[in-house]
């Protein structure tokens, strides 16, 4: 038998591949909601499903602003909430059924592992193998007023019974931006404190997109929280700027500061010193025989790399041999537009930024000129596609296709035989012929 713990992406993608192989599989989960993890119940889902609604919310405004319809409807956030909840309810559903039928047997349940041991419920089992999948938990900031009442993780926002009118969030994270972009379309007063700048990890160009995208939230950087204030309930928060120190009115605050392993349950596994389960590229542990997957590891926070990691996992118990690494993983936050980006930026090479074409989703943005922008590079010389970037309704998609270029290790005069669909919102595609083109020419004009 294999013991998989934890029934996020990770652990239930390598549950069910070694299932499928013929393995006999247990797959443990603590989560009462069901199977799915952070990334279903409390991440991924809530946040598309938020977003839907912000977008709404912003086109409806957009179009109001423009004078062709005569009113902005005002959402019902508990019922909102309540249908989001009874939709993701529908999706544990089918991804339990789904998992039954990969042939996977699934305990919900407390699993606790030392080394090889899976101990379930005082019950003692000596696996053939163990996969740890247990995702993270919220990290603390420490801070005086942290434990106060209306002081909120990534984990507990979304349970609020009512919207707050004064929402402080305090971190600088894609987690960051997206409520933000949220809750001040559902009619929240939304401040952002990050601690040095908004979406340091973002290429510069999508980090001005987003911050256009998000004039409706008061951003402070280089804002240091001394600490939360409030009796029973928060009132605001104390910072300190270059500017000086001041008090911040909230009744509600996110702290989204990052995250920690959930290793509580854990022992006899060699950590990281940042305390996530140190791995190889097998995904193997410290430890014969014991694996870890997905966000236990810190190797990343993205559901697609959590299964990537779930399926290497799986094939090397089943005597397979890892996949080659990934030369870069796609990456997109969502606010207005899907800001999305694959590769190296800033590092030389041939650069062509455009503003993003009017199309599906945009077209109604143009007279406040935000129908995105979109940029790419490549190596003059060897033709190598170095990243991309783009601000646009379905840029997501655009970088997914864009990494697989550069994963495959394909130059860009591919990109001579691409052809759009149209109408499109799309400028990468553009820009990658008009790269493919110059840089033909520019080494015939060398030969």
């Known amino acids: 038998m294999i013991v998989v713990v934890g029934g996020g992406p990770a652990g239930r993608y390598a549950a069910m591949r070694l299932a499928g192989a013929g393995k006999e599989v247990l797959l443990v989960d603590r989560r009462s909601e069901g199977l799915g993890g952070q990334c279903l119940h409390q991440g991924c889902m809530v946040i598309c499903a938020l977003n839907d609604m912000a977008r709404t919310m912003e086109q409806m405004d957009t179009l109001h602003r423009s004078g062709v319809i005569t009113s902005v409807p005002v959402p019902d956030y508990s019922a909102l909430m309540a249908k989001m909840r009874e939709i993701i309810s529908i999706i544990a559903r089918v991804i339990a059924e789904e998992t039954s039928t990969a042939g ?68 600088g994270g894609v987690i960051t931006a997206e409520v933000a972009y949220i809750y001040s379309l559902l009619g929240s007063e939304v401040t952002i404190l990050a601690r040095t700048t908004l979406l340091k990890e973002l290429p510069k160009i999508l980090v001005k997109e987003a911050k256009r995208e998000l004039h409706r939230v008061t951003i402070h950087e280089q804002a240091a929280v001394i600490r939360i204030m409030g009796d029973s309930r928060v009132s605001g928060v104390e910072i300190r700027t270059p500017e000086g120190t001041r008090v911040i009115e909230a009744d509600t605050v996110l702290v989204a500061a990052g995250t920690k392993a959930e290793v509580s349950a854990i022992s006899g596994v060699p950590l990281t010193p940042n305390g996530f389960i140190m791995v190889n590229e097998k995904m193997e542990t410290g430890v014969q025989g014991v694996y870890a997957v997905g966000d236990v590891t810190g190797t990343s926070s993205l559901t697609p790399v959590a299964r990537w990691q779930g399926r290497t996992a799986a094939d090397i118990i089943l005597g397979g041999e890892p996949p080659a690494p990934l ?35 945009s077209f109604w943005a143009i007279p406040d000129r935000a129908t995105g922008k979109a940029s790419m590079t490549a190596d003059p010389d060897s033709g190598e596609i170095l990243g991309m970037a783009e601000a646009s309704p379905y840029a997501s998609v655009i970088a997914a296709y864009h990494a697989l270029l550069i994963n495959a290790g394909l130059s860009i005069d591919q990109m001579e035989r691409f052809i759009e669909v149209h109408p499109s919102a799309d400028g990468a595609g553009w820009i990658g012929r008009y790269l493919a083109e110059t840089i033909a020419e520019k080494k015939t004009g060398r030969d």
């Open 104 to 171: 996977v047997k699934k305990i919900y349940g407390e699993a606790r592992v030392e080394g090889r041991t899976v101990f379930i419920d005082d019950e003692r089992l000596e696996p053939e193998a163990v996969i740890i999948a247990t995702g993270t938990h919220p990290r603390r900031l420490n801070i005086p007023g942290e434990d106060l009442p209306g002081v909120e993780t990534s984990q507990s926002i979304f349970t609020l019974p009512a919207l707050p009118k004064k929402l402080i969030i305090i971190g």
């Open 327 to 361: 030369i870069t993983v796609p990456q997109a936050i969502k606010l207005r537009n899907d800001l999305a980006f694959c590769g190296i930026h800033n590092q030389g090479g041939l650069k062509v930024t455009i503003t993003s074409p009017a199309g599906p989703g």
